[in-house]
T-cell receptor
């Protein structure tokens, strides 16, 4: 299995609080992604990174920010959590040359009450 | 991206080969066929991809017809742990990032004891 970990694995938080999810990889892959997965919506890309300090928005980026200060870490921050952000969040990585060959982390289940 | 069609569900006996079909009749010459699966509550898992030659790795074999309009993913000796939703997607190989992975409905494979 690709060396990808996510923390925390489960979190319950209140509306309006900031939340940061962490993705850590040991594969030295260039590209990292944050997705959310909800019933009826499938997998949706939030943000992605193509290198240290290089990030860009995906299709559902509103309300989320990211940072990548090191190759191995990609952080996803919900500045002020809302109930609509209750979801399962997956981090993925891919190496240079085939960006559709992505390897996913175990996921973080976030509940915003 | 070419549209893909997969059966909604399939059953397979443990220890037997599982053959999962995918139709992609509008595939273009530079599009690859990718297979992923998602076991309940886990992150998606990359399985294999190919262009026109048959491919095999430690997880599965991918058979692509000569006209490339369809393919079959073969799990040679299915186990209970192979019970999952299997997704066939068709994409142009991209070296750059921002490659949003999207899944259709997929095939629910149930491996029975």
């Amino acid at each position: 299995d690709a060396g990808i970990t996510q923390s925390p694995r489960h979190k319950v938080t209140e509306t309006g609080t900031p939340v940061t999810l962490r993705c850590h990889q040991t594969e030295n892959h260039r590209y990292m992604y944050w997705y959310r997965q909800d019933p009826g919506h499938g997998l949706r890309l939030i943000h992605y990174s193509y290198g240290v300090k290089d990030t860009d928005k995906g299709e559902v980026s509103d309300g989320y920010s990211v940072s990548r200060s090191k190759t191995e870490d990609f952080l996803l921050t919900l500045e002020s959590a809302t109930s609509s952000q209750t979801s399962v969040y997956f981090c993925a990585i891919s190496g240079y040359g085939n960006s559709y060959e992505q390897y996913f982390g175990p996921g973080t289940r976030l509940t915003v009450t | 991206d070419a549209k893909t069609t997969q059966p909604t569900s399939m059953d397979c006996a443990e220890g037997r080969a599982a053959n999962l079909p995918c139709n992609h009749s509008t595939i273009s010459g530079n599009e690859y066929v990718y297979w992923y699966r998602q076991i309940h509550s886990q992150g998606p898992q990359y399985i294999i991809h190919g262009l026109k030659n048959n491919e095999t790795n430690e997880m599965a074999s991918l058979i692509i017809t000569e006209d490339r309009k369809s393919s079959t993913l073969i799990l040679p000796h299915a186990t209970l742990r192979d019970t999952a939703v299997y997704y066939c997607i068709v994409r142009v190989l991209k070296e750059t990032s921002g490659s949003r992975l999207t899944f259709g409905e997929g095939t629910q494979l149930t491996v029975n004891p």
